[in-house]
């Protein structure tokens, strides 16, 4: 999730540059993907949700001989087999990213405590959609591990690997959760005997003030969340982004699991994002203003097809 919010604050300074004044509300949110998980609350996940069926040359080892009822075995069965599957060295993957969904609240000044004058409402939110990063979507297609296609990462230069493309982001795992970092889990078994999971984490805060440390949080552990580096920044001297109070509400974990193999075959992270951010620009003599973060989305969608 790179320079989402701090290219939203971005935005704010390019009108303070024109002389304009900004205040953004009521953004709507709409997620494209297929099976979208951008629902209310992030609780109401669609079960019709498309994905292909899995060609499974082997066996995980996970054991899936009977669809677990509680939570504590939920989590577990999900935790084993997208292990699995992240570990498997051959398989093939669609991805879609979706992007962000940003809704900005109010820009206020900190030095009055007023928030900018609105002004220019179509054009700034037709700015704010032009900085937004758009929906991707690429197939990776690994055989010993990495993509055979030759792909790049979006970040570096390095082939894509199962650890820098599937979450937890640069871990060996996909997932480390505990029972206690969980709202809910359930389970349930689909019309074609594939099991479909359901988790709900628990809410987190992520205060950043070192962009070289990025809080831990357990939304970490199981998707990908935002870096301190890419949050606070500095703007070649004409403004930085120096603090970020944030909070992950609501985010879950959607994914289709095949008993047979005990591999994924497809995966939902959803992550909801609020709080805000505070930047002092230099330019104009604005001086420090603190940005407010409504529900703003990063979801993204894995959809295996081929996997051994």
Not at 19 to 36: A, D, I, M, R
Not at 80 to 86: E, G, I, L, P, S
Not at 120 to 129: G, H, V
Not at 196 to 219: F, G, N, Q, R, Y
Request: aromatic letters at 6%; charged letters at 25%; glycine letters at 6%.
């Amino acid at each position: 999730m790179k320079k989402i919010i701090a290219i939203v604050l971005a935005a704010v300074m390019l009108f303070s540059l024109t002389g304009c004044s900004l205040l953004v509300k009521k953004v709507s949110v709409e997620c494209t993907c297929p099976g979208c998980l951008a629902a209310k609350n992030g609780q109401d996940q669609s079960s019709d949700v498309e994905y292909k069926k899995l060609e499974a040359s082997s066996k995980s080892g996970v054991d899936c001989s009977k669809l677990p009822t509680d939570k504590a075995s939920i989590l577990k069965l999900y935790t084993d087999v997208a292990n699995a599957t992240k570990a498997a060295k051959e398989q093939t993957v669609d991805i879609i990213a979706e992007g962000a969904k940003i809704q900005v609240g109010a820009i206020i000044v900190d030095e009055t405590g007023k928030e900018l004058a609105p002004s220019l409402m179509p054009t700034a939110n037709k700015l704010i959609d032009s900085f937004s990063p758009k929906p991707e979507e690429y197939t990776c297609d690994f055989s010993g591990g990495t993509d055979k296609n030759g792909n790049k990462t979006t970040t570096t230069e390095d082939i894509r690997t199962p650890k820098n493309t599937l979450p937890a982001w640069e871990q060996d795992y996909m997932c480390q959760l505990e029972d206690a970092q969980v709202k809910s889990a359930e389970a349930e078994e689909l019309s074609d005997g594939y099991w479909k999971v359901t988790i709900i984490l628990e809410d987190a805060p992520c205060e950043m003030t070192d962009p070289k440390v990025t809080p831990d949080t357990p939304h970490a552990h199981c998707m990908g969340v935002v870096q301190a580096g890419d949050l606070l920044t500095d703007f070649g001297g004409n403004g930085t982004i120096y603090y970020a109070n944030l909070n992950y509400k609501d985010s879950a974990i959607v994914a289709v699991i095949d008993p047979v193999s005990g591999y994924l075959v497809q995966l939902h992270t959803s992550l909801f994002i609020y709080g805000e951010a505070k930047m002092d620009v230099k330019l104009m003599s604005i001086g420090k203003v603190t940005a407010s973060l409504e529900k703003t989305t990063f979801i993204n969608t894995y959809n295996w097809s081929k996997i051994g």
